[in-house]
């Protein structure tokens, strides 16, 4: 598996627009991009900065994993994404180690990408997240 870079660090919030002025008005960073990911059942917000992005999710439902992670947990880092080369292949070796995944295939995430989460039982608690776009 090749891993490129961090793409991204997905941060819980229970509004976008709120949490986003932080980002902007004090840190002076741009929000890139406000799209909807029904299948997730959340908004997502993103702020570029590099090669990276800090991503801002807002769930669209009370039943949705990240309202059920705010209300576990309060807001904030809810996840670490890596860019790999090739997801399909990522997983299939995370497969042949043995590793416990949430995502036996990619699914659809933000911006077109293609994404799978490792589950944080195999990474000490931090929810990984692969992407590929």
């Known amino acids: 598996m090749k891993i490129k870079h961090i793409d991204h ?3 819980a919030v229970k509004s976008i627009e709120e949490a ?3 980002f902007t008005d004090v840190l002076g960073l741009r929000l890139e991009k406000v799209e909807t990911v029904a299948e997730q059942k959340v908004n997502t917000g993103f702020f570029p900065i590099t090669d990276s992005e800090l991503e801002l999710l807002e769930s669209t439902d009370p039943d949705g994993p990240v309202a059920k ?3 576990a947990r309060g807001e904030g880092v809810q996840h670490i994404a890596f860019r790999v080369e090739d997801i ?4 299939r070796e995370l497969k042949e180690k043995g ?3 949430i995502d036996q295939e990619p699914r659809k995430g933000a911006g077109g990408a293609r994404i799978a989460f490792i589950h944080p039982k195999e990474t000490h608690g931090v ?3 692969l992407c590929e776009k």
């Open 99 to 101: 590793v416990r995944l």
């Open 20 to 22: 986003g002025r932080f």
């Open 127 to 129: 929810l990984v997240e």
């Open 9 to 11: 660090i997905g941060i």
């Open 69 to 71: 992670f705010i209300d």
């Open 88 to 91: 399909d292949d990522a997983l």
